[in-house]
C-alpha cells in the first residue's frame, strides 16, 4: 500500500497561480514562495461578500489512539463539493513540527485527500510558526531585560510574572528552567520554562486577529504578570507591541496551496485545540468565504474542545455563521469507546459498535446544541465490516440525522460525493440558524457551567481555593467578561482521560487558571493538561531522512 507521501509525490502540482486563477486572484497580488505556494494580501478579504457564503465546520467524535481523519475528511469533502460543481475551498491549520517529529505525525490530510505540497507545509512551510515564536520570545527578552536593565522601574514581580518561552518541538526537559544563573551581569535568576509555539498567545491572537493594526492591540493587551502589590503588567507596558507586530508581517497573510485535485487550500496558524482555540485563523476563514462559495474548515480534536471554541470563541468574535457541520467517526474508533482494545480494533465486532455508539451520539446532541443539524460522515477503512457500519447507519436514522459513508483516503474527491451532496443540501437549507451558547457577559462560572454541564455532561464543576481566587482577581481587574476556552484532555468527554464512550455522573473539577488576554480569553485548567509535550520511546524523526537529491522520507 502507498504512503502519504508516495501518493503526494506522485501527483503532478500546479502552479500555484494557476490555483489562485481559480479564485479570481491575479498573479501581480500572490506573495509567491516558489511554485506552490503563496501568502494572499488581506486587501482580498470582503466581509459583504464572505457573509453571502456557506460556512461548513468539520468535527468529530472522542479522539482514540487509532486517528478519525478530521483533516482528511475536510479535505476530501471540499473535493467531493468541487467535483459536484460548487466553488469550494478548504481552510485548515498548520501543522506544528512537534507533532510531526513526535508521534501524531503531520497536519496536511492523507491519501487521496492531502494538501501540496506534503513536505513543505509539514516542515517549515513559510515560516509562520518561526515568527510567532520570535515575536514571542522578543517579549520573553524585554522582560527580563527591564527587570536587569531598568532597575525595575514597573515594581513587576519577578515570582508573578506568567510569560514564558517557546519552541516548535516536544521537549520536555523545557517545562521548568531557571534562567540568570551565572552572576548578576547575566540577569535576574527567576524559575520559568517553555511551552511548544502552537500553545503560544502570540499563535492564539494571530488566529483572532482582523488584522495587523489589531494584531498589535492584542500583542500590547498580553498580560505578563503582576507588580509586587499585585497590580498587572502587560506588553504595552515594555512597548513590545510594535515590534512584535512587524515580526508578524508575513505571518499573518494566508497561505494559499492546493489539494491532490488541484482545488484551493488555505492553510494558516495551528492552535492546539486541548489548550486554546484549535481552529484555523480568522482572517484564513474570511479570505476563503470571500474568494469561494463554500469553506469547508475543521477544528481540532472532537465537539466539546475544538468545536466548542470555533462556535463559542472564533464565531462570535468574528461574526461568523456556520451554516453546516460535520461529526467524523470511524468504525474502529466507535469499537475502542465500545471497550475493544487497541490492539483488536480491526477484528470484526459489530455489537462492540453498537455499545461505543453513546459516544456518537453526544457529539450530534452538542452540534444540536448550537441549533445546527450535524451530518455523520462514517471514514470508511478496509477493515470495517458492511454489518458495523449499517449498525451505525441505522442509529443515525433513528436519531433522525443524516449519515455518509465516507471513502475519501481511498478516491479523493469521488469517494466524498455522498457525503458532500448531504452536506451541500444541510447547508442551503440554513441560513442563519447558528446560535452560541452563551454570552460573553455572563460571569465565569455560569460560562463554565453551561459548556460542562451541556456539552461533557458533567454534573457540576468544582473549584480549587486557587481557582476561587483567580476569578475574584479578573473580576477585579476587569477580565472576567472574556470568553473560556478550557483546557482538559482530549482522550475523553470528561477531564478523565479514562473515561471513555459516555461518562455520567461526573463533576469537571478546575484547579486553576490561566490567562490570554492579549488573544481575548480565559482559560480554565480541567485535570491535568500539558503545554510543552514530551517525545514519545521512538519519535517519528527517528524515521524521517533526506538524500542527497533532497528528497524526503519517512513523513507521514
Known amino acids: 500500500m502507498k504512503t502519504d507521501l508516495d501518493i503526494a509525490r ?4 500546479r502552479p500555484i497561480t494557476e490555483i489562485a486563477a481559480k479564485l479570481g486572484i491575479e498573479e501581480s497580488d500572490l506573495y509567491q514562495y516558489g511554485k506552490h505556494m503563496a501568502k494572499l494580501p488581506l486587501r482580498l478579504i470582503d466581509d459583504k461578500a464572505a457573509n453571502k457564503k456557506k460556512l461548513v465546520l468539520v468535527t468529530a467524535i472522542t479522539p482514540t489512539p487509532a486517528g478519525e481523519g478530521k483533516t482528511t475528511t475536510s479535505i476530501g469533502l471540499s473535493e467531493g463539493l468541487n467535483k459536484m460543481g460548487v466553488k469550494s475551498t478548504v481552510v485548515i491549520r498548520e501543522p506544528s513540527l512537534g507533532p510531526v517529529f513526535g508521534i501524531k505525525g503531520g497536519a496536511a490530510g492523507g491519501g487521496h485527500a492531502q494538501v501540496l505540497p506534503m513536505e513543505d507545509i509539514n516542515l517549515h512551510f513559510t515560516g509562520d510558526l518561526a515568527a510567532v515564536e520570535k515575536a514571542h520570545n522578543l517579549l520573553s ?15 513587576l514581580d519577578p515570582r508573578k510574572i506568567i510569560w514564558k518561552r517557546v519552541i516548535d518541538m516536544n521537549e520536555r526537559a523545557l517545562r521548568h528552567i531557571v534562567l540568570g544563573l551565572g552572576g548578576p ?8 520554562g517553555f511551552d511548544i509555539t502552537a500553545a503560544s498567545e502570540v499563535m492564539a491572537a494571530l488566529c483572532l486577529a482582523k488584522d495587523l493594526e489589531d494584531l498589535k492591540e492584542k500583542f500590547g493587551n498580553i498580560l505578563v504578570g503582576f507588580t509586587f502589590d499585585d497590580r498587572p503588567v502587560y506588553a504595552r507596558d515594555f512597548k513590545a507591541e510594535g515590534a ?10 494566508p497561505n494559499l496551496v492546493q489539494t491532490l485535485e488541484g482545488n484551493p487550500a488555505i492553510v494558516h ?11 484555523n485563523t480568522l482572517i484564513a476563514t474570511k479570505m476563503g468565504l470571500s474568494l469561494s462559495d463554500y469553506v469547508v474548515t475543521e477544528a481540532g480534536f472532537a465537539s466539546e474542545l475544538g468545536a466548542e471554541k470555533f462556535l463559542n470563541i472564533k464565531s462570535q468574535y468574528g461574526g461568523l455563521s456556520p451554516n453546516a457541520s460535520v461529526v467524523v467517526a470511524t468504525i474502529r474508533a466507535l469499537k475502542y469507546h465500545g471497550g475493544v482494545k487497541l490492539a483488536n480494533l480491526k477484528e470484526p465486532d459489530a455489537e462492540a459498535v453498537s455499545r461505543g455508539l453513546e459516544n456518537l451520539e453526544k457529539h450530534v446532541e452538542n452540534m444540536k446544541h448550537f441549533n445546527l443539524q450535524p451530518v455523520v460522515a462514517i471514514n470508511r477503512f478496509p477493515t470495517d465490516t458492511d454489518e458495523e ?3 451505525v447507519k441505522q442509529r443515525c436514522e433513528e436519531l433522525g440525522v443524516r449519515a455518509a459513508v465516507y471513502e475519501g483516503w481511498e478516491k479523493g474527491g469521488e469517494g466524498a460525493m ?19 451558547l452563551y454570552d460573553f457577559n455572563w460571569d465565569i462560572e455560569k460560562k463554565l457551567h453551561t459548556i460542562a454541564t451541556k456539552l461533557y455532561g458533567a454534573d457540576h464543576v468544582e473549584y480549587t481555593v486557587k481557582a476561587k481566587s483567580q476569578i475574584a482577581q479578573f473580576e477585579k481587574i476587569g477580565l472576567d467578561k472574556l470568553p473560556v476556552c478550557v483546557a482538559k484532555t482530549q482522550k475523553s468527554l470528561s477531564d478523565d482521560q479514562h473515561k471513555l464512550g459516555r461518562p455520567k455522573g461526573f463533576a469537571v473539577k478546575i484547579r486553576e487558571f490561566e490567562i490570554a488576554a492579549g488573544a481575548g480569553f480565559i482559560i480554565p485548567i480541567a485535570g491535568t493538561i500539558m503545554r510543552m509535550p514530551g517525545l514519545p520511546s521512538q519519535p517519528s524523526a527517528e524515521k524521517i531522512d533526506i538524500d542527497n537529491e533532497g528528497n524526503i522520507s519517512g513523513l507521514f
Open 418 to 436: 455522498e457525503l458532500a451532496k448531504l452536506v451541500h443540501d444541510a447547508a442551503e437549507s440554513c441560513t442563519t440558524c447558528f446560535d452560541p
Open 244 to 253: 512584535m507586530a512587524a515580526l508578524m508581517k508575513y505571518a499573518i497573510m
Open 389 to 391: 457500519i449499517q449498525v
Open 185 to 192: 551581569k547575566q540577569g535576574m535568576p527567576r524559575e520559568t
Open 141 to 155: 527578552a524585554l522582560i527580563d531585560n527591564h527587570l536587569q536593565s531598568k532597575e525595575n522601574s514597573l515594581n
Open 10 to 13: 506522485a501527483a503532478t502540482m
Open 269 to 279: 496558524g495551528g492552535p492546539f485545540a486541548n489548550i486554546a482555540q484549535g481552529t
